[in-house]
């Protein structure tokens, strides 16, 4: 990678992505791989911003996941449910399934028994498996043969175990995440980064690794108008929000 793009990468991982949005804010880092509510408060932090085109597409659908054996017929029929999410942030574990709770004009406060947040859509999913919560949410495939795209994830993310989880219903459609360049680069590094992501395709080499890490075709440029409705979610708010504490 850093032959490819002619400069030094090193790779860090944030904690959490209220720290992503330090790190974004205070010039920290030079690019980063952004859930979409993040990105809808990050436009004037970025020189460019790319999303991932996936069959052809730019959006997803995410599923509501429970245990086979739970009777439930619609999110709606799951009151007093313990539910698992990955992050408060994060759309397809988490932010998509509030958002499908609301389209039955309820309250995810009042609607579960408890919410907690496990940090991966593994270990949420283990949750549910072992008996610790009972609903949770993964991601999916806009054009998808019924729920084929989310049992494949279920496979990946939780191996033979899969089995005892099923489809309660689909959320979506929702944007992908997006690939923002920093406002830590100047406007002339920026540029031939953007060129060097938009230019890349599968091929052999290093730098379709990325690609791969991504799960896409290959990047596209971000419109922002797909985003900005996010802004007047009840999330919008804390994905603004440091993770540092307030200086005197």
């Given amino acids: 990678m850093s032959a490819w793009l002619k400069r030094e ?14 790190q974004v804010h205070g010039r920290e880092t030079e690019l980063a791989w952004t859930p979409p509510i993040v990105f809808a408060g990050l436009h004037g ?7 991932a085109q996936r069959q052809g597409v730019c959006s997803s659908r995410g599923a509501i996941i429970v245990r086979r054996n739970d009777p439930a ?12 999410w990955v992050d408060p942030l994060s759309m397809s574990g988490h932010l998509s399934a509030l958002s499908q709770v609301r389209r039955y004009g309820l309250d995810a406060a009042t609607l579960f028994g408890s919410q907690a947040f496990f940090g991966s859509y ?3 999913l283990r949750a549910v498996l072992d008996n610790e919560a009972d609903v949770t949410s993964v991601y999916g ?8 795209s989310v049992r494949r994830v279920l496979r990946e993310l939780v191996g033979p175990r899969a089995e005892e989880l099923r489809v309660l219903e689909r959320t979506g459609p929702f944007p992908y995440d997006v690939l ?17 992501f938009l230019g890349l395709r599968h091929t052999p080499g290093a730098p379709a690794m990325l690609l791969d890490v991504c799960a896409c075709e ?14 007047a979610t009840p999330s919008f708010s804390a994905s603004r929000r440091s993770s540092r504490p307030a200086k005197p």
């Fill in 122 to 124: 593994t270990r949420a």
């Fill in 9 to 22: 990468v090193r790779v860090s991982v944030a904690a959490t992505y209220a720290e992503m949005v330090d």
């Fill in 45 to 51: 932090a970025t020189r460019f911003a790319l999303t």
């Fill in 218 to 231: 290959a990047f596209v440029p971000a419109e922002p108008a797909a985003y900005a409705w996010l802004a």
């Fill in 141 to 148: 495939q806009l054009r998808d043969e019924e729920t084929e």
């Fill in 73 to 84: 017929g619609s999110i709606a029929e799951l009151q007093g449910r313990r539910a698992a």
């Fill in 180 to 196: 923002v360049g920093t406002n830590a680069l100047t406007e002339q590094e920026a540029a031939p980064l953007r060129e060097a």
